[in-house]
Structure formats: C-alpha cells, structure tokens
C-alpha cells in the first residue's frame, strides 16, 4: 500500500489492500466502517425513491425518511467490514488470476451478486418463514418480478454486487492509499478525529431519537 504516482493501472495496483498483519489495514478498515455506516444511510434514501417508484414497496412510515442525517445504519458498516475481510481478498486472487482486470472486476461483481442471493435465501430460510396465513414475519419478496424462492430479489442482489464492487475496487483502496500519503502520525491523528466524530454522531442521534 505504498504511495503510487499517476500511471496506467495494472494488477498489481490492485492487490496488497488485503494485510491483516498490519496495523494500516486495521486503521482503513475500521475508517471505512465508520464512513459506511453513515454513508449508507444516505445511499439508502435514493434507494428507496427508486423502489418506492418502480416497485412501490416503500411505507411511508420507513424510518429511512425521518431519521436525522447523521444516524448510524450499522448493517452498512458491518457489510464493509464482511466485503474487506472475504470480498477484497476473493478480489485480489481474482485479478491475479484473470487475463484484464476488466474481466476481473465483472467476475467478481458477478459472484458477489450470487453470493448476495445465496446469503438472502438461507436467512431467509432461517428467519423468515411464512405463517400458517403465508404471511412473511420479515420480509415478502414473493410476488415481486425476479424474485428467488419467495425469500431473495435479483434487484436487491445485483444492487448489493455493485455496491461490493465499488467498495473494495475503489473506496477500500481509496482509503489505504489517503492515509499512505500522510505522516504516520498525522494519519493516526486522523484517524483518531475520524473515531471521535463518528462516536459524536452516535450519540447525537440516539439522544435525538430518544427525546422524540
């Protein structure tokens, strides 16, 4: 994860992100949690405007519309922290092993999206299996068009695998190489504000929610 000067991106660019063994991967990935989690809030929204429009799946009472800005949505920063631990280095082996890494980055969008599909299916299996009425506990993807067995929905799985794919080949190593441009303790430092503005948010949020 050294610094790199502007030139034509090749494989090796690509790999090296994946260092468990290093305190730097440790600093991105816990980084990327924090900023996911809130960024995945906001990515959320037009989400939903777009379901809510194509689909009309979307309540009007989601929470998704009055939750302040700066509330956490956890399930995004833990989905960061299972794409850099499984995703990134699947990706890395990928690309070594692929001819472009054009055809790299389509295989692995393509298996994240099968394993989205796959993940949806057996939780849903697990956890939401309908009643003696049909009616889903959790969720009811059953009647819409592109749905998997009643429990995972193409959509949904072909959103996440490009959300997967812009994270580890773009905002994961995004995050590396900016803190490898700084000073080990100006990188630390920022690191540190990055925490502690995060934690602000937290707290803000949940006293807001709770004295709604």
Known sequence: MSKKKLHKITKKDE??????KNWEFWRALAVCFCLITIIGHWMEIPWCIAMDRLFGIVSEDYVVWTDP???PYWVYGF????MTLVIEPLKEIIVMHRKTLWGALLETFVITVLLAAVMECVIGWLVNQ??????????DNSTLPGNIFGQAWIVNDLGIGLMA????????PLVCEGFSLLRPQVANAVFVIIIIGFAACCIASYLELALR
Do not use: K, N, R, T
Not at 15 to 20: E, M, R, S
Not at 131 to 138: K, R, S
Not at 165 to 172: E, G, M, Q, S
């Open 79 to 82: 989905g960061a922290v299972g």
């Open 69 to 71: 800005w700066y509330h």
């Open 15 to 20: 790999v090296g992100y994946f260092a468990p």
């Open 130 to 139: 309908p009643d003696q009425f049909g009616e889903y506990p959790y969720w």
């Open 165 to 172: 794919v812009l994270y580890v080949w773009v905002i994961f």
